[in-house]
């Protein structure tokens, strides 16, 4: 959310031993002395600059000799003396200068590992660490992307000898013993590396210090279970004498983990690892706004630290995701994974080798490889580690309407009835921080939002809801005993500390200053609870919108900045800048450390302690929306992309946003639908209107400083795009609720790339402008200005439209072009599947759920289709583990349909009412449900789509077949 302009006053509430001291000296004087003293460090800084110069010319080709000592007996050895990180001066043994025209320095431009992280470059840097300098001719360098890089690690360069290699069937463990010195400060001197093979289709690779502990990113979300025996794993395990470990697939000999180990740097705050990769096919390391597919034809950077920023070409924004899948390009089109488990902030870099590189700042490098063999495969397994997808109320898909700038409960009042004189349906309306007095978190505006408790309810009389937005911080500067947030908090001791264990004290939205809850304290979810009770029996809320979570900060750290520490000037900086911009400083203080190592999971840890909370205040399912994320985040609480632009470009980057998310195991993802920055137009809301009602999660939002945008407010284009696209969306609710089920049992995807489903089509890997949910339904959106034509492509298959159930495209494989009126958006069924479905649309869910199920099968070239259907009572936290739910199977061909129930629970309000079969081009004569005749008036046929009626007393409690008889 874009910020207002912050009041730097100074706040009562800052500590004293933080306050700027007395300031009775005059303006004069002032100046004189603050001349004097830059005078002074100017002269200092020159000094110490020259000083280097010299050092590096001298010292680097004339090391001296000191001691060292182990337990056994005094060692001689070599160091150089050096300066070129912001670690400051350290000594490491002297590393071999290269020489450039050596064959160690004569490699193609695509296997030329950059040596110089820590930018400027410079030539006499580059040699001093044993590093090639081959300047290339290219234009200045732009970051990102990267070039070329001018310093290049030799292809002998090796910082660790390998020693005592073990290894096993399924694991394998190894020493690595420092040689020489890579130029970052601290750096570890043994290195143990492990190798844990967990079952036949995942396993670890894990480089910990071996004399000390570090810091590990706690796990109590994650299933680490591990099989007792391995039978056929999918992998092998090949470690040379010199350090290159080799990960390859069994079945085809494909290395896909392939890294020297001899080349490992491992500092205290930085570490770095190259590994080769067997294709160009690249998809996660987010988030970022980019493509889906990323690009390994050159050199690019992904950085990884969560930070406030709208969604803005190559920079990191608000959630970390060191995981991607990788298709590897042979005739099967095998897959694997690779997720890094290290929340520290971090840079991986790619290359046309092809090949990453790994940098952190801290913590270990803890990998988890997954064999697929197929990348949905690859996504289960990676789910089943870090928790599968929550299952989500069922009021949850609805549609949503909120905006920033309503500004008083009778605005927000007066755009939701118009959208519903409009005929939209509503499922919720929110509000943003103009609902809280003074945007203090757990009050509202008694003026403006006067009678906000009884509109509430009013919403639920109508089977409707409301959610509320919260952000971490913590207004601190309210008066003693006035505000119960800041009070309970203080009392209970679980704010975030400052280096002199103080409350750490900043400003956010709070007029004044903001102190920030420790969510990694168990103490705070007792104390979030109570805050979250207390505004409840004024405001029946039903659902959170945690906003700001990164968490952000209008200052860089506090009041009056941050220690001159280390941990605030790492000798690397991920994405180039501060780590403290814009958020807490590195060395506040949390329950489990320092924010250093904990800044990329508050986000998370505040979405696990709002949800725990949650269970108790609602006792259903909870719906929490969160803006900064971490792997486990889907397993607690859904993400929208943030403070999106209002334009096509933004509009087409939300479908790779969706894709996405669904892979990291987050499927209750969506965007703002017309954009949250700037103002919309009609043309533009219109196609994104159309588009967002297949988000899985849609809400239209936007921005204070834009126009409103709601789809009323913009005349009758885009409220008919709007209720034809929610229209086609609530009768498939159904549909999507059975993916979230399946996603929840089984950690499928919910939205999905058509190589997820086509994965022998390499046409299909590179598509990002029209996505799939589940197998069955093609979503083809208008993505330009002034179209109503589009160039699709549709696999080889039969494709179905959606509204009249008619064949549209017999594909071997094609692009097609396809008419798309403003009022609609493509979609397609693909041939082979059966969706369950809704002969009508409704206002709400709750109405939604008052009608019969129907069962539409859209055959294939084979005359089969297949599919499923969930039912459970919308909102237990339990359904599923309880069997307190429906689950059915369902095969049809050209003689019969038959579904059969995998659980069985009673519910009221499940019947199936009716039957399609779509491809079905013979009338048949006859038609009997379990065995029984049914009417002739129940069914019909118009030469290709037999339609069936169900009796009205038709309660299928067990396996039903409806027969065709010709």
Known sequence: ???????????????????????????????????????????????????????????????????????????????????????????????????????????????????????????????????????????????????????????????????????????????????????????????????????????????????????????????????????????????????????????????????????????????????????????????????????????????????????????????????????????????????????????????????????????????????????????????????????????????????????????????????????????????????????????????????????????????????????????????????????????????????????????????????????????????????????????EFDGIWIDMNEPSNFLDGQFNGCPNDPYENPPYKPGGNNLRSRTVCMTAKQHLGIHYNLHNLYGLYENVVSYKASLDIFGARPFILSRSTYPSQGHYASHWSGDIQSSWDHMKYSISNMLEFNIYGIPMIGSDICGFSGSTNVELCMRWSALGAFYPFSRNHNDIHGTEQDPAILGPTVVAAAKYALGARYKLLPYLYTLFAKANMNGDTVVRSLFFEFPLDKNTYSIETAFLWGSSLYIVPVLEAQKTQVDAYFPNELWYNFDDKKLAFNSTGATKTITIDNDKIGLFMRGGSIVPVYQNSANTTAELRKQKYYLNAYLDRSGNAVGEIYHDDGKSVDSIEAGNYIHASCKANKERLVCSYMNMAEFDDYRVGGVTISGLHEQPKTINLNGQFLSSNSYSHDGSTLSIDLPDDFYSSQSFSIEFRY
């Open 1 to 539: 959310m874009e910020e207002k302009k912050p009041k730097f006053c100074e706040s009562p509430y800052l500590y004293p031993s933080e306050e700027p001291q007395s300031r009775g000296i005059s303006f004069r004087r002032f100046i004189i002395i603050v001349t004097l003293l830059n005078f002074v460090a100017i002269s200092i800084i020159t000094g110490y600059v020259l000083y280097n110069v010299w050092l590096l010319e001298t010292t680097i080709d004339e090391p001296f000799v000191d001691w060292q000592k182990d337990d056994s007996k005094p060692l001689i050895t070599t160091y150089y003396e050096s300066s070129f990180t912001s670690g400051g001066v350290f000594r490491a043994p002297v590393p071999s200068k290269a020489d450039p025209k050596s064959p160690q320095c004569t490699l193609p431009n695509e296997s030329k590992f950059d040596c110089n992280p820590d930018e400027p470059v410079n030539q006499q840097v580059c040699e001093s660490r044993g590093c090639c300098w081959v300047p290339v001719t290219r234009s200045k360098r732009n970051i990102p992307p990267l070039n070329i890089p001018y310093c290049f690690y030799p292809s002998d360069y090796k910082v660790y000898d390998v020693a005592d290699i073990k290894q096993g069937d399924n694991n394998a463990t190894l020493k690595l013993v420092r040689k020489t010195a890579s130029g970052f400060p601290d750096e570890i001197d043994n290195v143990n590396v492990e190798i844990i093979g967990l079952d036949s289709e995942r396993l670890r690779v894990r480089f910990v210090d071996a004399e000390k502990d570090r810091f590990e990113v706690p796990m109590p979300f994650f299933n680490l279970s591990k099989a007792e025996q391995i039978k056929s794993p999918l992998y092998k395990i090949k470690i040379n004498d010199d350090g290159k470990l080799q990960i390859s697939r069994a079945s085809t000999g494909t290395i896909i983990f392939n890294a020297d180990l001899s080349t490992l740097i491992y500092a205290d705050k930085y570490i770095q690892l190259h590994v080769h990769v067997p294709s160009t096919y690249l998809y996660g390391l987010g988030e970022h706004k980019a493509t889906f597919k990323k690009d390994l034809t050159g050199w690019n950077r992904y950085t990884m630290f969560a930070r406030d920023i709208g969604p803005t070409e190559n920079v990191n924004l608000y959630g970390s995701y060191p995981f991607y899948i990788m298709p590897e390009g042979d005739d099967k089109m095998n897959a694997h994974g690779v997720f890094l488990l290290n929340s520290n902030a971090m840079d991986v870099l790619t290359q046309a080798a092809p090949a990453i590189t790994y940098r952190t700042v801290g913590g270990i490098l803890d990998f988890f490889i997954f064999l697929g063999p197929s990348a949905p495969e690859v996504v289960r397994q990676n789910v089943n580690l870090i928790g599968r997808p929550v299952l989500q109320p069922q009021w949850a898909f609805g549609f949503h309407l909120c905006r920033y700038g309503y500004n008083s409960l009778a605005k927000t009042r007066e755009t939701l009835d118009r959208n519903l004189a409009a005929g939209i349906p509503i499922e919720a309306q929110w509000n943003d921080i103009d609902y809280m007095d003074r945007y203090n978190d757990f009050t509202y505006d008694k003026n403006n939002f006067a009678g906000l408790g009884d509109f509430v309810k009013e919403l639920h009389s109508k089977n409707m809801h409301y959610v509320i937005i919260l952000d971490p911080g913590v207004s601190a500067a309210e008066p003693a005993g006035t505000y119960p947030p800041y009070d309970d908090g203080v009392k209970a001791d679980i704010f975030i500390k400052n280096t002199t264990n103080q409350i750490f004290v900043a400003k956010v939205w709070n007029l004044v200053s903001t102190a920030y809850p420790d969510f990694t304290n168990p103490a705070t979810v007792d104390y979030w609870k109570n805050q979250l009770m207390n505004l409840r029996k004024d405001i």
